[in-house]
């Protein structure tokens, strides 16, 4: 009789003070691992912005070969796309692009890490 009720006993599941450590050491690991998804993404989306503003200044240097332009000529996206950019970038974060003369680099309305 003892012994059916020490089985009984054993197959009851988990106790709350159970439950709260597991529900605490998750909340640990979330509190870690989402802060560092958060600027990984971040890095992720500056990084795919200055390659887009890379290939938008080599466009600019290409149209102002192909036309003989001088430093203070201003490309338009028309001049650009489709001839020597195939399709215009976006800004990954949502930001837009600034072409400029040729003597200045393409600029994201973003700044910060969005530059070349």
């Given amino acids: ?24 050491i998750i909340g640990i690991l979330l509190a870690i691992a989402v802060p560092n998804f958060m600027s990984a993404r ?12 890379r290939q938008i200044q080599a466009a600019k240097e290409q149209w102002a070969m192909a036309n003989n332009q001088g430093p203070t000529a201003t490309p338009t996206q028309a001049d650009l796309s489709p001839t020597f950019i195939q399709t215009w ?15 200045t680099n393409p600029t ?6 969005h530059s070349l």
């Fill in 42 to 53: 971040e890095r992720s989306r500056a990084n795919a912005c200055r390659s887009n503003l």
């Fill in 89 to 103: 970038p976006s800004c990954p974060s949502g930001g837009t692009y600034t072409i400029g003369n040729m003597s």
């Fill in 108 to 113: 994201c309305s973003v700044g910060g890490d």
């Fill in 1 to 24: 009789m003892m012994h059916k009720l020490m089985n009984r006993r054993r197959e009851r599941g988990f106790t709350l003070v159970e439950i709260m450590i597991v529900v605490l």
